[in-house]
């Protein structure tokens, strides 16, 4: 009931936010009847096909991506099992279709106890696994209660989190507690979930499935064809600047044009992170003086040739990770500000020549291990990220080296997806009146 409380009051305080994104933006308005109601028996049933159920609830897109590993080899485990998706963005809803089938995908009910209750009465899932942590008390408490077990896969827990959470222990503690199962990204997550009350022997250090996620072969259909539909030079060098929020995107325009009359191979790719910024960073770039080709229009540059004075701007959602195995050189947006980045391994993995800012708390470990490796570069601001491209461009060999090591590193920290998947099995396998007395 408190958290009931809490929750209307948050709704209430933020109700001008989201009816002005909603009017604005038109976001929040998809699955607003599973959100606010949760699933309806013949939605579920359509959902399970007859099946018992595997939940996978995963925020985004980011958290879309990271699970595609798992569910393909819990289908391949469990054929007996229907595995379900749900999720709680628009665009993350939007990949998880095209990763999953609509026919298996849903918004996650908001945790209020009345949704909660009405999706699991329906669902009647043997397993809930949430990507990385989403921390919401009645549905970890509901889902317990009816014997359900929770599981956090590649779950991650910062210090600034779990010292938050534990000045609110008389609150946050017996959520922790009733997690069934945890697989943390590393020892330090691992003792920051035992500190906030998951029992030890419920923890595993399993790695992060990221490793196994990063793509590492160029030559695939989604990579070639994008490379067509830019008309890419052999003797061109590909800068694509990834997930960028505001500021990143002026900042890469900047330094492109004044690099590419002395260096015309050179090619300028933009995704920013958000949908709805989409047209205000293409017109920062006519703005800059520069013609802005969008991905959504369907005519190439293959016919025409990508000049010096046109900047690719990708505005769709899911793309990021093939555009990545286009570029040479890779800059990780997110990372200039307070963001905290986005995940570097997916252009290291490819073999590009990986830079980002200084705020890249959210893959604190993943950053450091790529640096400590000689495989990526932490710029401080727009001068040392022009010093680098440069770099990239005058010393080809030493940008290939930092490529080479990138991808030594994502090799060597392999093996997460399938620690995940062995755990998760021998709890699914376990009887009901085990995992409801865990």
């Known amino acids: 009931m408190f958290a009931n409380l809490l929750y209307a009051a948050a709704l209430l305080l933020l109700s001008p936010a989201v009816m002005y994104r909603m009017l604005r933006y038109g976001r929040y308005r998809r699955g607003v009847g599973e959100k606010l109601w949760g699933i309806s028996k013949p939605h579920a049933d359509s959902l399970t096909m007859g099946k018992p ?6 925020v985004s897109v980011g958290e879309v991506n990271l699970i595609s590993g798992l569910v393909k080899r819990l289908e391949a485990a469990h054929p007996d099992h229907q595995v379900v998706v749900s999720t709680s963005t628009d665009t993350g809803y939007d990949l998880a279709i095209q990763r999953f089938g609509a026919e298996r995908v849903f918004f996650c009910p908001l945790d209020f ?39 956090v896969a590649n779950a991650r827990l910062s210090q600034r989190s779990a010292a938050g959470y534990q000045r609110f222990a008389f609150l946050t503690r017996p959520i922790f507690a009733r997690l069934t199962w945890v697989g943390a990204q590393n020892e330090q997550a691992a003792q920051r979930f035992a500190a906030c009350g998951t029992a030890t022997d419920r923890i595993e250090t399993t790695g992060s499935i990221k490793f196994d996620n990063a793509p590492t072969n160029r030559d695939t259909v989604d990579v070639q064809s994008r490379v067509q539909w830019a008309g890419i030079d052999p003797w061109n060098r590909v800068w694509v ?50 013609n802005v080709h969008r991905r959504s229009v369907n005519r190439s540059l293959h016919e025409t040739s990508w000049s010096a004075d046109t ?93 080479r090591a990138a991808r030594r590193v994502i090799s060597e920290h392999q093996g997460a997806t399938q620690r995940t998947i062995d755990a998760l099995q021998r709890r699914l396998h376990r009887p009901q009146q085990q995992q409801r007395a865990a």
């Not at 159920?53 to 995963?58: D, F, V």
């Open 53 to 58: 159920a595997i939940w996978l609830h995963a």
């Open 113 to 151: 106890s009345w949704t909660v209750t009405r999706t699991l009465r329906n669902l009647k899932p043997d397993m809930l696994v949430l990507a990385e942590l989403e921390l919401w008390p009645n549905l970890i408490r509901i889902a317990t209660n009816q014997g359900c077990p929770v599981m």
């Open 241 to 290: 600047v990834g997930s960028t929020q505001p500021g990143e995107e002026i900042m890469a325009i900047k330094i492109y044009k004044s690099l590419v009359s002395e260096h015309p191979e050179l090619r300028l790719v933009l995704v920013p992170r958000h949908e709805e910024r989409f047209d205000a960073v293409a017109n920062l770039v006519t703005n800059a003086g520069l």
């Open 311 to 403: 900047v690719i701007l990708v505005d769709t959602i899911g793309e990021l990770r093939h555009w990545w195995g286009v570029s040479q050189i890779a800059t990780v947006g997110g990372s200039f500000g307070t963001r905290g980045g986005q995940n570097m391994l997916e252009p290291g993995a490819y073999g590009s020549a990986v830079s980002f800012g200084p705020d890249t708390k959210n893959f604190k470990e993943i950053a450091n291990q790529l640096i400590e490796a000689g495989g990526a570069v932490r710029v401080a601001d727009a001068e040392q990220l022009h010093q680098f491209v440069e770099r990239c461009l005058t010393d080809i060999p030493s940008a290939d080296a930092l490529g």
